[in-house]
């Protein structure tokens, strides 16, 4: 792990980890096999923060150092296929991100029994169907399925990532800063930006790690409030609600 401190990375995957044992476990007291799910949504958390890491490493790439050209002046060169890689990197990150949310609406189905199809396109409301879920309940799954409590990075997020997959590639944009730090030839150092809403730009690092907090945060605490709704159904089992 290059870019993330291998402390940082615990304290992100470490609690959810936790949460997730538990649920299983009482899954599986009930019959329920939820343990193929909470790998998956298990699995979708550990690639939002490898994609986060490889970014990382691809903004040392991507960003480049101005030399002294002829006479001495200043030339900036972009490295084309550097900075197509990072567009790549960056719709992986929003791609797997995002789709945690997916992951996790896969995990209830397999904690409570459902039986919902894998595949089938309206899980989120045959889910808030079948567990009777409303703005106003608190199974865990609420931030996550009704916008009206989305939190706002998170509509951000989703907004970002629809952007990247269905109409054009997002806008990353690149500044140079003058850099003299006394113990070396000066040089241009590039900051590469990203436009996470209409014309307001953010450091695309500051944007990677802020996502990955968000995020593992959420699917904590969720997942925390999921096992105490879990723990109070009692008597169920996956002979409830079938929706094939």
């Not at 050209?69 to 550097?82: F, N, Y």
């Not at 808030?128 to 996550?144: M, P, S, V, Y």
């Not at 706002?152 to 590639?169: A, D, E, F, Q, V």
């Amino acid at each position: 792990m290059s870019g993330v401190s291998a402390e940082r990375y615990s304290s992100l995957i470490d609690p959810v980890l936790t949460a997730l044992d538990v649920i299983i476990a009482a899954a599986e007291c009930r019959g329920c096999d939820a343990r193929a799910a909470g790998e998956f949504l298990e699995f979708k958390l550990y690639a939002t923060l490898h994609v986060g890491d490889q970014i990382r490493d691809q903004l040392q790439t991507a960003t480049s150092v101005a030399a002294p050209g002829i006479g001495g002046t200043i030339e900036v060169s972009l490295d084309r296929a550097a900075r197509f890689a990072l567009y790549v990197l960056v719709d992986g990150f929003l791609f797997e991100s995002v789709s945690i949310r997916d992951a996790l609406l896969q995990f209830a189905n397999a904690v409570f029994g459902l039986r919902i199809a894998h595949d089938d396109r309206d899980i989120l409301n045959k889910l808030k169907q079948g567990l009777q879920i409303t703005r106003d309940n608190n199974t865990g799954l609420e931030e996550w399925i009704d916008q009206s409590r989305y939190p706002s990075w998170l509509t951000g997020l989703i907004g970002l990532r629809n952007i990247t997959t269905h109409r054009h590639p997002l806008r990353l944009p690149e500044q140079y800063h003058w850099r003299d730090e006394g113990n070396g030839p000066p040089s241009w150092r590039g900051l590469v930006a990203i436009e996470s809403a209409a014309e307001n730009y953010e450091p695309l690092e500051s944007f990677i790690e802020r996502t990955e907090q968000e995020v593992a945060e959420l699917l904590r605490v969720s997942l925390n409030q999921l096992g105490a709704f879990s723990s109070g159904k009692t008597g169920w089992s996956d002979t409830g609600t079938s929706f094939r």
